[in-house]
């Protein structure tokens, strides 16, 4: 059989289609776009993307995304954050979701991920460890367990919970204005406002 497309573009296709939610038709929609864009449009696409990798990382106490350069996220340096209540979230697009409520000033822990053993996700590659060293370091006193309203963020919490131990804090988790199964990243603000400041102790 004759091949139907150009083989660059069927790679394009490929690789479109490798994204999260992208079915088949999608990705030939996003590649013929392109094609049909001017040339500087994919140019600059694919620069951003090569640089991804280089442009970005993870600050090494929070593990909040930054850019390249920078040593320690602004949300952690910032003199108007309180370091002694830290938010626990399961990724850094989390922090995206909460700091656009505008009502929390403390700081974050991002744990990397959430237990699941489906997906061969354990305690040990999450940032636990690093995170029990900050609660000692910043003498933090609010622990807020920010871990989505599902089995994997509440297995992750009470992980959490049993890791703390003794330590004298207080230990509070997200309201259930949070529906189960939502990600905090597609969380509406209100909702995450509420959920905010109703957070309960654990």
């Given at each position: 059989?004759?091949?139907?497309?150009?083989?660059?573009?069927?790679?394009?296709?490929?690789?479109?289609?490798?994204?999260?939610?992208?079915?088949?038709?999608?990705?030939?929609?996003?590649?013929?776009?392109?094609?049909?864009?001017?040339?500087?449009?994919?140019?600059?696409?694919?620069?951003?993307?090569?640089?991804?990798?280089?442009?970005?990382?993870?600050?090494?106490?929070?593990?909040?995304?930054?850019?390249?350069?920078?040593?320690?996220?602004?949300?952690?340096?910032?003199?108007?954050?309180?370091?002694?209540?830290?938010?626990?979230?399961?990724?850094?697009?989390?922090?995206?979701?909460?700091?656009?409520?505008?009502?929390?000033?403390?700081t974050y822990h991002v744990l990397?991920?959430?237990?699941?053993?489906?997906?061969?996700?354990?305690?040990?590659?999450?940032?636990?460890?690093?995170?029990?060293?900050?609660?000692?370091?910043?003498?933090?006193?609010?622990?807020?367990?920010?871990?989505?309203?599902?089995?994997?963020?509440?297995?992750?919490?009470?992980?959490?919970?049993?890791?703390?131990?003794?330590?004298?804090?207080?230990?509070?988790?997200?309201?259930?204005?949070?529906?189960?199964?939502?990600?905090?990243?597609?969380?509406?603000?209100?909702?995450?406002?509420?959920?905010?400041?109703?957070?309960?102790?654990?």
């Amino acid at each position: 059989m004759k091949r139907v497309i150009p083989q660059p573009l069927a790679n394009l296709i490929e690789a479109i289609g490798q994204l999260p939610g992208v079915g088949p038709r999608t990705a030939e929609r996003y590649a013929y776009w392109l094609l049909r864009a001017d040339p500087s449009r994919s140019t600059l696409l694919a620069k951003t993307i090569k640089d991804l990798h280089t442009s970005v990382s993870y600050c090494p106490k929070t593990f909040a995304l930054i850019e390249a350069g920078q040593k320690i996220s602004p949300l952690y340096t910032d003199p108007k954050r309180d370091k002694q209540v830290v938010a626990v979230v399961a990724d850094p697009f989390d922090i995206v979701a909460l700091e656009k409520t505008g009502t929390f000033f403390g700081t974050y822990h991002v744990l990397g991920g959430l237990v699941s053993p489906i997906e061969g996700i354990g305690p040990d590659q999450l940032r636990i460890k690093e995170l029990l060293v900050r609660l000692d370091e910043d003498k933090v006193k609010e622990l807020i367990l920010a871990t989505n309203a599902s089995v994997e963020g509440e297995s992750t919490a009470l992980l959490i919970t049993q890791e703390v131990g003794k330590r004298k804090l207080k230990i509070t988790r997200l309201a259930r204005g949070l529906p189960v199964g939502l990600d905090l990243e597609y969380a509406d603000q209100i909702t995450l406002t509420r959920a905010l400041e109703g957070r309960q102790i654990v």
